[in-house]
Nanobody
Framework: QVQLVESGGGLVQPGGSLRLSCAAS????????MGWFRQVPGKEREFVAG????????HYADSVKGRFTISRDNAKNTLYLQMNSLKPEDTALYYC????????????????WGQGTQVTVSS
């Protein structure tokens, strides 16, 4: 199995940028399709972005399309989420997740999850 650890969250002003990282250990990241999800207390977990095992396919939620970019470096066993033009509504706990079969937007399909990194967008 794979272990996932997110980093890079923090407090940023509206319009600012952050880059989240997700470091994998235990098994090669290239084994998995990967996704980023986010959750706000009291709300359901939300798909943000996903990427196929080799980066050939990506998919974004409409709410982040054009602002966020998902990427991966399998040689470094690391997944990234570049977040630009951040809005207060992007405030959430962000999780990375690994899926053994194929790129999917369904959180229930993902097999492994990190502990999350908090992103707060506020002036």
């Amino acid at each position: 199995q794979v272990q996932l650890v997110e980093s890079g969250g923090g407090l940023v002003q509206p319009g600012g940028s952050l880059r989240l990282s997700c470091a994998a250990s235990g098994r090669p990241l290239s084994t998995y399709a990967m996704g980023w999800f986010r959750q706000v207390p009291g709300k359901e977990r939300e798909f943000v972005a996903g990427i196929s095992w080799n980066g050939g396919r990506v998919h974004y939620a409409d709410s982040v399309k054009g602002r966020f970019t998902i990427s991966r470096d399998n040689a470094k066993n690391t997944l990234y989420l570049q977040m630009n033009s951040l809005k207060p509504e992007d405030t959430a706990l962000y999780y990375c997740a690994a899926e053994e079969l194929t790129l999917t937007t369904r959180g229930d399909d993902y097999d492994y999850w990190g502990q999350g990194t908090q992103v707060t967008v506020s002036s």
